[in-house]
């Protein structure tokens, strides 16, 4: 059994940046690959959130082509935390971030809010 806390959401402009964190306990943190998900506003109840960038074990990274050069995911193994840092923010990346390990079907935090507007 794992728990998440994700954190570093806020409300920001077009164009600006934000850090998020994600602190894991309660697994064998290194051997997993993570990854961040989100979930925009009004999206229909049950639909999957969708994965915007994954980082694996060996730290290698994919992302989704809709966050290509503006999103970068890390991970700290000695702190067990994933990082997602995200720039050149735009309003469509205004959503419910969450982090997740495949590994562990039911591995989903609380989400932090990310809003960007003017």
């Known amino acids: 059994q794992v728990h998440l806390v994700e954190s570093g959401g806020g409300l920001v402009q077009p164009g600006g940046s934000l850090r998020l964190s994600c602190a894991v306990s309660?697994?064998?943190?290194?051997?997993?690959?993570w990854g961040w998900y989100r979930q925009a506003p009004g999206q229909a109840p049950g639909k999957q959130r969708d994965?915007?960038?994954?980082?694996?074990?060996?730290?290698?990274?994919i992302y989704d082509d809709s966050v290509l050069g503006r999103f970068t995911i890390s991970r700290d193994n000695a702190k067990k935390t994933v990082y997602l840092q995200i720039d050149s923010l735009k309003p469509e990346d205004t959503a419910v971030y969450y982090c997740?390990?495949?590994?562990?079907?039911?591995?989903w935090g609380q989400g932090t809010q990310v809003t960007v507007s003017s």
């Open positions: 994965l915007v960038a994954t980082i694996t074990s060996t730290g290698s990274t």
């Open positions: 997740h390990t495949p590994s562990v079907p039911d591995s």
């Open positions: 309660g697994s064998i943190f290194s051997l997993h690959a």
